[in-house]
DNA sequence: AAACACATATCGTGATACGATATATTTATG
DNA sequence: CATAAATATATCGTATCACGATATGTGTTT
């Protein structure tokens, strides 16, 4: 019942995850090179980046940043430590609330950021319809297999 | 000329790309916490993928493997031995090449990938149009700033 | 057959994310 | 208002994993 021959449904599903998850480590690639060739780590840049990217005036503590991250509150701490004794970021007591360390970006940060972010513009100008596509086609055949499987 | 006041098109794209990648992060750590609950490692997963999603008669080679998945190829041996070690895959030399290994996946590692499709499939088919969505707006922003900031 | 190229394998190292735990501050409760 | 509970960050030891450098085995070229 689940093996019918050999498959032909559950493979298609399998090729188009495939492509779409080749897809996405090409672009975790690319972004994860020009940082290091920046001077920072991968993460460093992602930390900068949803430092700059919060809501206006919203303070960026230690754990919006690790849930913008997706990591523990402790890997955030030591992800702050190493960014602010490189002179990326400042983390200031919060005076309203002592307890919290608020993160912001600085001068250097900032410039390197911006380039950053200019270079994925252009990169995701010729990687985005790549990506869609394979998103749109996972979502397809999603759809087919989810009818047919019953789950 | 770079900051005029408080650069709001620079911050426009700034916050789409935090956006995009905070989606991002969310698939791949729902991705990697069905892996991991599933008993593989989130690599493990991926190299059963690219395995299963190759073309079909193409012999997946430890190079192979290591492209798809963005490894050096020493990393992807070890991941390889990692695997095969746990009963997820078999390596054979190949006859015609004896150089190459060939990676073919169990049946312990296509069941455990299957229900792993599946489950992606189910999640995609919920995430894929917020993923979607700020893929096109970075690139509609990603136009803008490359337009304005002459590159 | 020798030299070279190619594919995989081995080994030592370093970076980083984590769990467990500690400290500081704020808020709730009697 | 004092003490307990909750919240936010910090510290420390550990494990994993990807890597560079190097080695081995196989194929190709001359």
Redesign the pocket.
């Known amino acids: 019942m689940t093996h019918p021959h050999r498959e032909p449904n559950s493979n298609l599903l399998l090729k188009t995850l495939a492509e779409f998850r080749y897809e996405l480590r090409r672009f975790m690639h690319f972004s994860e090179s020009i940082a290091l060739d920046a001077g920072l ?4 840049h992602q930390l900068l980046l949803q430092i700059a990217g919060a809501r206006d005036g919203a303070p960026v ?6 849930e913008r ?14 960014s602010e004794r490189e002179g990326l970021l400042t ?1 200031t ?11 912001e970006m600085s001068n250097k940060g900032r410039s390197l950021l911006d380039r950053l972010a200019s270079d994925h513009a252009d990169e995701l100008k010729d990687r985005a319809p790549r990506l869609i596509e394979a998103l749109e086609h996972v979502r397809s055949h999603a759809a087919i297999d989810a009818g047919a499987e019953a789950r």
């Open positions: 780590q991968p993460q460093q503590t230690i754990a919006y940043a690790a991250l997706g990591l523990k509150h402790n890997s955030t701490v030591e992800l702050v430590d190493r983390r007591a919060d005076p309203s609330d002592k307890r919290r360390a608020i993160l």
